[in-house]
DNA sequence: TTATTATCGATAAGAAATTATCTATTAACT
DNA sequence: AGTTAATAGATAATTTCTTATCGATAATAA
């Protein structure tokens, strides 16, 4: 029997900006905020109330007119779409300069994410304890993915090593890689890749700058 | 005299991919290769050709049928639409974890980007080299924007600094503020910022890796 | 009690971005 | 020389995302 229902996968700005609902909504609870309208949110965001009205609506959490939201339920919401209600496993992959700070960042807890093993292939690097977690060869990587059944990855390699790894990743079992490296990898469809790009960022960054000089002698 | 000339900006997506493009032509232009087709740039990074066209469209530089662009030409358009071709200071405030990885960061000279100076409220930092250069105290912060008339500011203290050091940046007289902190800075119309967030990065990894897990079972 | 107002949630309209279609061009092949 | 195939570039169609409108609801004020 075939079904007129037709999945839509949630756009991906709102995805993007959901967690930026999160961090305010945690700390309006921290001010002991019971509840919470969009009309604020997007006050303190800079965004237009209708679309973090429809942003939210993704988490079923409803809202009572006049009232707004239950904080607790909408950050409840929110954590549970995620998925960041309960913590995952990662491993880090190259403990550079970026890898360091992303081990040094207590955020991540708060993201659900807890990285678990570092690897290295620098002589000097394993071995050494970097924010708590020893730096082990990266020929052990594969069998610690194996066997502690991690499925995410994280990539801080340079350029030129980073299909390497992801390629040992994939063998492994890793279902989902967060790559910090600025190469387009290769993987199987079932393996999802989150690129997070700087380049990017200051791109715009530039262009915002120069189109604003412009605007301004126009 | 008014003309009917309606200024459209660049869409925000064609920037963020032009980077991508730019570092497939540099690889391409070391390989020996004097033209490229936009079938070829798309192949590499899995995108629409037509779409890889209309990004290009935007540097002004155009191709010959059967042929494609000129690799070099298009390197030039690149760097010269993103004004990359000529180095901009910044100063980068918080020489903390991240502060130092970025510092450590070899890649921005190909981004026209020169980090300049550092700052940081810390004993412990102030006067230390990282990556070769001295922390500075934050209280000189402003001084120095001044003198060395620098344009860029890039944020990297914890959040609870972040809104006190971007008033100090506006005052100073920088115009672009890149924002590794998480929060939504209140600065004039003037200044842009350019928030980057890895939150919004591991939400994205998150639902789609969920999302195609239930993709797979269904 | 009744009126007013803030808000939600649904649907519609509008804007932005992506993708498709079509024509022209030119290199390579026959 | 003529044909074919690959590609650019323009315009149109489509899809996706954002914003507006409107009715319903419930707290607050009159």
């Known amino acids: 029997m075939a079904t007129n229902f037709t999945f839509r996968a949630t756009p991906q700005p709102t995805i993007k900006r959901i967690p930026?609902?999160?961090?305010?909504?945690?700390?309006?609870?921290?001010?002991?905020?019971?509840?919470?309208?969009?009309?604020d949110i997007a006050d303190r965001l800079a965004l237009n109330?209708?679309?973090?009205?429809?942003?939210?609506?993704?988490?079923?959490?409803?809202?009572?007119?006049k009232i707004g939201y239950i904080t607790t339920?909408?950050?409840?919401?929110?954590?549970?779409?995620?998925?960041?209600?309960?913590?995952?496993?990662?491993?880090?992959?190259?403990?550079?300069?970026?890898?360091?700070?992303?081990?040094?960042?207590?955020?991540?807890?708060?993201?659900?994410?807890?990285i678990t093993a570092t690897?290295?292939?620098?002589?000097?690097?394993?071995?050494?304890?970097?924010?708590?977690?020893?730096?082990?060869?990266?020929n052990e990587l594969e069998d610690f993915i194996r066997q502690s059944a991690i499925r995410i990855g994280i990539i801080t390699v340079p350029a030129e090593a980073a299909q390497d790894i992801a390629y040992q990743c994939v063998r492994a079992g890793i279902r989902g890689i967060w790559n910090f490296s600025p190469v387009k990898?290769?993987?199987?469809?079932?393996?999802?890749?989150?690129?997070?790009?700087?380049?990017?960022?200051?791109?715009?960054?530039s262009v915002k700058i120069s189109e604003k000089l412009s605007a301004d002698s126009r």
């Open 185 to 205: 990898l290769a993987v199987p469809h079932q393996v999802v890749v989150q690129n997070e790009d700087l380049s990017s960022g200051l791109a715009l960054l």
């Open 49 to 65: 109330p209708i679309q973090v009205r429809k942003d939210l609506s993704i988490t079923g959490i409803t809202g009572r007119p």
């Open 119 to 138: 690897f290295d292939s620098s002589k000097k690097l394993i071995g050494k304890t970097i924010h708590g977690r020893v730096v082990a060869p990266i």
């Open 73 to 114: 339920e909408l950050i409840a919401g929110i954590y549970n779409f995620l998925g960041w209600h309960n913590t995952k496993d990662a491993v880090l992959v190259g403990a550079g300069a970026l890898g360091s700070a992303l081990l040094g960042y207590k955020g991540f807890a708060g993201y659900g994410l807890r």
């Open 20 to 39: 930026a609902y999160l961090a305010i909504l945690k700390e309006l609870e921290l001010a002991g905020q019971i509840t919470v309208s969009t009309t």
